[in-house]
């Protein structure tokens, strides 16, 4: 692993650190590299880091306004993981997607009860399926003006907290696991002390975001998300 390194114009309004690593069929440089130059668009100077020890670096934490968080799978040490809820509970925002979030350090309790969810499972293969915009939360900032709309990826199945706000949802069908259809959260949100959470299951692949819809709310949860 290489320290964090800086790029970006000089120090402006707000600070992003983008932590990126773990298991590399989430592609997590490509797919966090979509969304730098629409953070910096957004007044951030952004920071990329390979390595979670930059959640042990308390004053760097305390000056970021948002993390971008792609780290599938791996784990996360006490100390890394009581930085990073530290400083979100300060007031730092967190926000990532798909495995890069929910399929993270599976053997921390702590880092579950952040970010709100977990993965479990998902059906084999990209299925074609709809994300619905649940009923009444379509004035949310991270959805307003945006329809349903259909995705060709993977569907996750995931365990999640009940204090989560749920701004869209996916189907399941009844099958010989399941005995009824479910209705599963896609996308939420969630405060942490002082600091927000945003949260969206879809994004296994660097085309996922070539659909409108994803692309739009994903930007518009990272700015949610920030300070």
């Keep these: 692993m290489t320290a964090h390194t800086s790029s970006g114009p000089p120090p402006v309004s707000r600070r992003a650190l983008v932590v990126r690593g773990g298991w590399e069929g989430h592609e997590p440089v490509k797919t966090t590299d979509l969304f730098l130059p629409f953070l910096r668009e957004n007044g951030f100077t952004v920071e990329t880091a390979d390595t ?76 074609d399926h709809t994300v619905r915009i649940a009923p009444g939360r379509a004035d949310h900032p991270v959805v307003a003006g945006l329809a349903d709309f259909g995705v060709h990826t993977e569907r996750y199945w995931t365990a999640t907290d009940p204090l989560i706000d749920v701004l869209a949802t996916i189907g399941f069908e009844a099958d010989e696991n399941r ?49």
């Design 52 to 127: 979670l020890d930059v959640y042990t670096d308390t004053a760097l934490l305390a000056a970021t306004d948002l993390v971008v968080q792609c780290w599938t799978m791996g784990e996360i040490s006490a100390e890394q993981c009581a930085g990073l809820t530290s400083a979100v509970r300060s007031g730092t925002g967190l926000a990532g997607w798909h495995g890069g979030i929910v399929d993270s350090f599976r053997g921390s309790v702590d880092y579950q009860l952040l970010t709100g969810g977990q993965f479990l499972t998902h059906p084999p293969g990209f299925q």
């Design 179 to 227: 005995s009824r259809p479910v209705t599963m959260p896609a996308v939420w949100t969630r405060t942490w002390g002082a600091g927000r959470v945003f949260v969206s299951t879809i994004g296994h692949k660097p085309d996922d975001f070539d659909v409108p819809a994803v692309r739009a709310l994903t930007g518009r949860g990272l700015l949610w998300a920030s300070r």
